[in-house]
């Protein structure tokens, strides 16, 4: 993006001493533009390296080609954006890459990025990342790290030929796990708006954000946001347009950036901050904003319109008036004289978003519109001595059904009441010689069936005989550590086929037998399954069957599992799983080092930088490594409940292997006696590290002594 620097002629009059201002490159300094630029830091992390990558496939001709984005999760807790463009050399990396405020794309606007601080912002998160750069079939490895002056650097770390093609990588570590859902979240809003959508692994939750478009202009569309908030859409990036900023506009155009209306801009029509997470409204970005909303209000009627004439039928151009016009939404307030010209379908004028319907024009037909309701139902009747005029509201979902039946209609309309609540039911029932057709021509794409059609319930005596089954629900009373599970509560019991089988449960009333024993709570067990993502209980309801239903679906040899069963089959093949062993062995040894020396809980971020300050190695850095790793892995919300599921079970995990971190940490503590301290307290890392180097030193000295 080309920066908007204006050049000005200064005429000096009497000028004494001149002397420019100067930048006193500090740590101070280089922390306000990595670190505290930035307002959400995760979030300019994924935007500015996923920009960056844009910029690069830009620049190789490759833009629709998409790139690679790595979410950090369990296993992997890193974040990582690879593209495909052209690289940099090493003369660049070290001339461009690591300084403040030097870029090649200032002269063009084809690129996003312009400003030279993109790049660093991952030292808003961390002190120190990874850069790879393959250029010219060399793929060159830097790290990039916050010095002991606070000021950051850059090294080569390794230069290897490669036969990939050219392109850059970042990567960084995740810090601590909890973070793993603010990439993911970050990404989803941040990605979502690209116009070629990267790759992302890592995470398989990870799912774009659709926006649905209501109508579409050139280069404007409204769009179905929960929230009236309006974006400038410039360079894959889109930035909020904040009302109270845009005070000076017409009240037109202030009307306008009140809606949910997405804005395409090309790239330089508007200035940003440097953090590039909103715009600077300075004068020429207000202006190109007016001039924008200035165009699209004249634009609108005309797009409306063409809106209305592309729906299918006149159903979809109710649905579609609703959501614009309906209550204040965001098309009276671009469209200001809507009322006085309104919108057509098919030369007739569309002023409400229901049917409305006067039935003295209808003589011999007869309506039941019954609205769906928890307890008991709602119904409006029309025709004959009913209501004069019909309304059908298209926002709510509805079925029209043609009574067709003289006995047995009632129960088809109770049960599909029960088995639908949230649906309205239309009956309409027709006299000889009424016309009929007619009527349904008034609802222009809605769909008539026949109360024939509706499914039949089941005989209640016959499922009496198998007895009622009461379903388990798989809601959460209270959320928090303490949140439990507990029976729906339903006043009926669900009549349920028992020859389709299911997941069942033994119950005594309402209190829960887990696998034939009181001593294990059912709604723990199940919690913790839940939470180890081996049952779902939205997916797979289970039911609570009394010894008595139990022994008759048995016997009828109908297809029910216990759920003790179940639950034990996946929690063996959990287990059973060569990464979630070595998670489970590695929260083992972590529990099994805890017990004895807590004070190691408390300063891992001491031990790490320990570890990295001594030598490649040394057993004190080696045992760093493997305590990361396994701290890293064991530490899921999943590998915790499938470690307390098995426990509730009985299932104990045993580890085989000779050497655990506990024997190693005793072999340092034999070495250096001073780590002993850490069973009960917290040593400074700068002490520990003058008392290793220190015995190290004693070691070296010894043998030498001997000798002499």
Not at 25 to 52: C, P
Not at 497 to 502: I, L, Q, R, T, Y
Request: hydrophobic residues 40%; aromatic residues 10%.
């Amino acid at each position: 993006m080309q920066s908007a620097v204006t050049i000005r002629e200064i005429e000096r009059y009497s000028v004494g001493v001149e002397k420019k201002f100067t930048i006193n490159a500090t740590g101070v300094a280089f922390k306000i533009l990595s670190s505290q630029l930035y307002r959400d830091k995760i979030e300019a992390i994924v935007r500015e390296l996923s920009t960056n990558a844009y910029d690069g496939h830009v620049a190789g001709g490759c833009t629709e080609k998409p790139f690679r984005v790595h979410l950090p999760n369990a296993l992997e807790p890193f974040f990582s954006v690879r593209d495909d463009g052209i690289g940099m050399s090493h003369a660049d990396m070290l001339d461009i890459y690591q300084t403040y405020f030097a870029s090649t794309k200032g002269h063009s606007n084809d690129y996003v990025g312009a400003l030279g601080l993109g790049c660093k912002s991952p030292f808003s998160y961390v002190d120190s990342f990874t850069v790879i750069s393959r250029f010219d079939g060399t793929a060159r490895t830097y790290a990039a790290f916050i010095d002991e002056n606070s000021e950051p650097a850059l090294t080569l770390m390794s230069e290897v030929p490669t036969a990939e093609c050219a392109g850059m990588e970042v990567k960084l570590p995740v810090k601590h796990h909890t973070d793993f859902a603010e990439f993911r979240h970050r990404a989803e809003k941040v990605l979502s708006w690209f116009s070629v959508r990267p790759v992302v692994v890592g995470c398989p939750e990870f799912a774009f954000k659709e926006t649905g478009k209501l109508v579409s202009g050139n280069g404007w569309y409204l769009a179905e946001l929960s929230t009236r908030n309006s974006y400038a859409l410039m360079g894959q990036v889109a930035y909020p347009v904040l009302p109270y900023s845009t005070s000076t506009m017409s009240p037109l155009a202030l009307r306008l950036y009140q809606t949910s209306i997405v804005i395409e801009f090309p790239i330089g029509a508007l200035d940003v901050t440097a953090g590039r997470e909103d715009l600077s409204y300075d004068k020429p970005t207000l202006a190109a904003l007016e001039a924008r909303a200035q165009a699209i209000i004249s634009e609108a009627p005309a797009v409306f319109q063409a809106a209305f004439d592309a729906c299918g039928s006149e159903l979809e151009a109710r649905k579609l008036y609703s959501k614009l016009f309906y209550g204040g939404t965001d098309g009276i307030r671009i469209w200001n004289d809507f009322e006085t010209v309104g919108v057509f379908y098919k030369g007739k004028k569309i002023t409400s978003g229901n049917f409305n319907v006067h039935m003295e024009g209808f003589p011999g037909i007869f309506v039941e519109d019954i609205r769906p309701g928890k307890r008991r139902r709602t119904c409006y009747k029309y025709g004959k001595n009913g209501i004069g005029l019909m309304s059908v509201n298209t926002t709510e979902k509805v079925i029209f059904v043609v009574n067709d039946m003289v006995y047995g209609s009632t129960v088809r309309i109770n049960h599909h009441r029960a088995s639908h609540p949230h649906v309205s039911l239309v009956v309409i029932t027709a006299d000889a010689g009424s016309d009929l057709d007619g009527f349904k021509a008034v609802f222009d794409g809605c769909e008539f069936g026949l109360v024939s059609d509706l499914q039949k319930p089941a005989s209640r005596r016959v499922a009496q005989k198998v007895m009622p089954v009461k379903l388990f629900s798989p809601s959460i009373c209270r959320i928090g550590a303490c949140s439990d599970l507990d029976w729906r509560d339903d006043d009926d019991d669900v009549m349920i086929d028992p020859s389709a089988g299911g997941i069942y449960l033994l119950r005594k009333d309402i209190n829960g037998v887990f696998d034939g024993s009181k001593d294990v709570k059912f709604y723990t067990v199940l919690r913790y399954a839940r939470q180890a993502g081996i049952l779902d209980l939205v997916k797979t309801p289970v039911y609570g069957l009394t010894k008595a239903a139990e022994r008759a679906f048995l016997a009828a040899g109908h297809p029910w599992r216990n759920v003790a069963d179940v639950v034990m089959e996946a929690a063996k093949k959990e287990m059973g799983d060569p990464k979630m062993q070595f998670a489970m062995a590695a929260q083992e040894e972590i529990l099994a080092l805890h017990a004895p020396c807590y004070g190691l809980l408390r300063c891992r971020d001491s031990l790490a930088q320990l570890a990295g300050c001594l030598s490649e190695g040394h057993p004190l850095r080696t045992f760093g490594i493997e305590y990361n790793i396994a701290w890293g892995k064991q530490n899921s919300e999943e590998v915790n409940s499938l470690a307390h599921l098995c426990k509730s079970l009985g299932m104990a995990f045993r580890r085989d292997k000779s050497e655990t971190l506990l024997s190693q940490w005793e072999s340092l503590e034999r070495s250096y006696p001073m780590l002993c301290s850490l069973r009960h307290s917290v040593v400074a890392v700068k002490h520990l590290s003058d008392y290793v180097c220190w015995v190290d030193e004693q070691q070296r000295h010894v043998p030498a002594v001997q000798a002499a």
